[in-house]
């Protein structure tokens, strides 16, 4: 059965992602896009692009300020260049776009539709020529694919720039012609996103004297990536309370290609831009665990605890016993910092517990009845949650693919598994298993089975979870970004 999935053999990556100058927009999972669709990139301190429509390819360099506004359903994106290059040409634009946003919360999904609301360019080369936008046709369409653990996003463009061009010193005003067409997609999660941008152009050159037209093509190639890594940091003094502890480094990149085709002089070529943005440094709590010493989970266990994940008030983490259903369940969605709403503090009626076995007083209470509700966990029975009764493997791998929301990726139904205990998975969770295994998430014993309905362990429970973050940080974005750029 050929796998859906690419193969994922570079493990070590390096995080990679783009700080915009200006963003107005608050969100709890972390943000990448490039600015525009000239195929710029950027980072805390400047912006950079090429520019095709004269006689070669010209690199501005500058600041860009972009701004991203929401009100009633409708997002207003402005972006703002000032650029110049090393040659003394200048560039200035200014433009606006508008999307209507279509929340279909039935189906977890966000759909928006952008066309141009304003718009101002103008090019002043070092000799004298001048490129002026004087139309802007544009619309573009996404549907954002909302889940738990992590939203995905697809969208098309389609474009067309009319400039007035004056050469020279000359007072005559010809017409240039910019065609485009764009596909984007990306994700957004907590730990990292990638956008990735890929654009055609074609412009069409003012008629020469003898009434013939000219054509150049340029493809521009840009990927914007941000994402939150764990790095530990020993502490080497021996005479200490503790021998290191995590941080966690936030960095971010955009890197960008255009292949060109131009009339001569220019020609064709490839030009390469690569931006970085600063790295930030966060310190995380150190764990004190006294039960851990070369225990093969110890750095598991002892990242995840720094993260809040697990919250123990003990110096024993116990790593041999049986993981809980309501800890592990908590456990994820903290792992992936998914927000739960708090009950107002004035309530005329008393809240009632969605299972009969839980207190609606628990500190975490929120975070099962959230899980329950977005579908990643359900109970035993209808009525009865069992909190203190061991994770399976199998429940466990269920509540990671739910939280991604690919189950449904899985093949049609009566396909087998590739273990040998095949027929003792459940029908129910038989998708999740397919498809954590394709992710890389889990994997067989020496004999290759998947032992369904064998207790998860503490250990266990945190080298899958801790699996299950590294997908996010790295596989999605090896997937969104250098499969695409550098395996298309």
Do not use: C
Request: charged share 25%.
């Amino acid at each position: 059965m050929k796998s859906f999935f690419k193969t994922y053999v570079h493990k070590q990556l390096i995080p990679l992602g783009i700080i915009l100058l200006s963003v107005i927009l608050v969100s709890p999972k972390a943000e990448a896009k490039p600015p525009d669709y000239n195929g710029g990139v950027s980072n805390e301190y400047t912006y950079e692009e090429y520019f095709f429509l004269a006689d070669r390819p010209i690199l501005f360099k500058g600041k860009a300020t972009i701004t991203e506004k929401e009100n009633k359903g409708q997002m207003t994106s402005t972006y703002r260049f000032t650029l110049a290059s090393d040659g003394g040409d200048k560039l200035t634009r200014s433009v606006s776009y508008i999307a209507d946003l279509d929340n279909h919360q039935d189906k977890s999904q966000t759909t928006s539709n952008a066309v141009v609301k304003s718009f101002s360019e103008k090019v002043t080369l070092a000799d004298k020529s001048t490129y002026t936008l004087d139309d802007y046709q544009f619309t573009h369409g996404t549907v954002i694919d909302n889940l738990p653990a992590s939203d995905y996003y697809s969208g098309n463009a389609l474009g067309r720039k009319i400039y007035k061009v004056k050469y020279g010193s000359s007072k005559e005003e010809k017409l240039l012609t910019v065609h485009f067409t764009v596909r984007n997609m990306g994700y957004e999660n907590f730990w990292g996103a990638t956008e990735t941008q890929l654009i055609d152009y074609e412009i069409v050159y003012p008629k020469d004297p003898y009434g013939n037209t000219q054509s150049g093509f340029v493809t521009s190639r840009t990927s914007d990536s941000k994402s939150r890594i764990l790095q530990y940091e020993p502490h080497d003094p021996s005479l200490s309370s503790f021998t290191g502890g995590h941080a966690v480094i936030s960095e971010s990149n955009m890197i960008s290609e255009y292949k060109y085709n131009l009339p001569s002089p220019a020609g064709a070529g490839t030009k390469n831009l690569n931006k970085k943005s600063t790295p930030k440094i966060e310190r995380l709590i150190v764990p004190k665990f006294r039960d851990l010493n070369k225990h093969w989970a110890k750095d598991h266990i002892e990242k995840l605890y720094s993260l809040g994940v697990f919250d123990e008030s003990t110096q024993f983490f116990s790593p041999n016993t049986p993981m809980k259903r309501y800890q592990y369940t908590v456990g994820i969605l903290k792992a992936v910092d998914i927000r739960v709403l708090e009950d107002p503090k004035k309530k005329k009626v008393v809240k009632k517990a969605i299972f009969k076995d839980l207190n609606v007083k628990e500190k975490d209470y929120p975070y099962i009845e959230s899980a329950v509700e977005k579908g990643i966990i359900t109970g035993v029975t209808p009525d009865i949650f069992n909190p203190d009764g061991p994770i399976t493997r199998v429940q466990a791998v269920a509540i990671l693919v739910r939280a991604l929301g690919m189950e449904g990726r899985a093949p049609s139904p009566g396909f087998r598994t590739q273990f040998v205990d095949d027929h003792k998975i459940s029908d129910w969770a038989k998708d999740s298993v397919y498809v954590a295994t394709e992710l890389g998430l889990v994997s067989g014993d020496e004999f290759n089975r998947f032992n369904p309905q064998q207790p998860l362990t503490r250990a266990h429970a945190a080298a899958l979870t801790s699996r299950f973050l590294d997908f996010l940080e790295n596989d999605l974005k090896q997937n969104y970004r250098d499969d695409i750029l550098f395996f298309d």
